[in-house]
């Protein structure tokens, strides 16, 4: 399967203002504590890892002023999510389960059998990831991130989360239909065919790896919602306020 885009530095306070529907949180920052404890700091969750593990250089907890990624950005985002220290656990947690349903017999078993699954696994995620965050939105000029909204309901936020699916934000501060997500995805599990056995190259199972692709993004896309609520719940550090952007999200 092909793993997320997943896709986090503490100290910063929600100053909150009218919000417009569809609209990402405004999240300034100010000074923290005056001299909080250093053993503290190394146990607070990062902005850029969900519970420290899953890579988050996607999400945006601060859009007040947006401004459109430079190429070079957008590929330092992609290189970020797919090159992070935890993506290389990641890939194995994904290698892992693969292996555990046997999905590719002919890789065989044991730790040489375990070694294709985990070169799968993380080409498949690094493939996945320069497509949606780097060449697909450069050649479209659509923006990789996920801003978040922070305002709302749960169902609401979590309704706007899946919503970003499909819709995302373009460089020139308009919704876009999210084509960088979708066809990206697509193209990357078309070019596994070329490292996965022949035996499993059909289109159904092509079809599939995109499927759990966009399925897992989507999921992911809830998690980077909630998380800055969850690291406020559980450890104190100030949430996502609500508020506007220069050219908000829901922008027609």
């Known amino acids: 399967m092909i793993v997320a885009n997943f896709l986090v530095v503490p100290v910063v306070v929600g100053q909150a203002t009218p919000a417009l529907p569809d609209s990402p949180s405004v999240n300034q920052s100010q000074s923290g504590p005056s001299s909080p404890k250093q053993s503290d700091r190394q146990h607070e969750p990062?902005?850029?890892?969900?519970?420290?593990?899953?890579?988050?250089?996607?999400?945006?907890?601060?859009?007040?002023?947006?401004?459109?990624?430079?190429?070079?950005?957008?590929?330092?985002v992609a290189i970020d999510d797919s090159f992070d220290p935890s993506a290389f656990l990641v890939a194995g947690v994904f290698a892992g389960l693969s292996?555990?349903?046997?999905?590719?017999?002919?890789?065989?078993?044991?730790?040489?059998?375990?070694?294709?699954?985990?070169?799968?696994?993380?080409?498949?995620?690094?493939?996945?990831?320069f497509m949606t965050e780097a060449l697909f939105p450069i050649a479209l000029h659509q923006d990789p991130r996920?801003?978040?909204?922070?305002?709302?309901?749960?169902?609401?936020?979590?309704?706007?989360?899946?919503?970003?699916?499909?819709?995302?934000?373009?460089?020139?501060?308009?919704?876009?239909?999210?084509?960088?997500?979708?066809?990206?995805?697509?193209?990357?599990?078309?070019?596994?065919?070329?490292?996965?056995?022949?035996?499993?190259?059909?289109?159904?199972?092509?079809?599939?790896?995109?499927?759990?692709?966009v399925g897992l993004d989507t999921f992911f896309n809830v998690t980077k919602e909630f998380w800055p609520d969850v690291r406020h719940k559980l450890f104190k550090q100030p949430a996502a306020a609500t508020g506007t952007s220069a050219n908000p999200v829901g922008k027609p």
């Open 99 to 129: 292996r555990v349903q046997n999905q590719y017999p002919s890789f065989g078993t044991g730790a040489l059998g375990f070694g294709k699954y985990y070169a799968g696994a993380f080409a498949d995620q690094a493939v996945g990831n």
């Open 46 to 76: 990062s902005k850029n890892h969900i519970f420290w593990i899953i890579p988050n250089y996607r999400s945006d907890e601060n859009p007040a002023d947006i401004k459109p990624l430079r190429p070079r950005e957008k590929m330092k």
């Open 146 to 213: 996920y801003f978040v909204k922070g305002a709302g309901g749960f169902w609401k936020r979590t309704g706007y989360a899946i919503s970003r699916e499909v819709i995302t934000r373009g460089d020139d501060g308009r919704n876009h239909f999210n084509t960088s997500e979708l066809a990206g995805n697509a193209v990357a599990a078309g070019i596994s065919n070329l490292y996965y056995p022949a035996a499993d190259r059909s289109l159904g199972n092509t079809a599939n790896k995109w499927g759990q692709q």
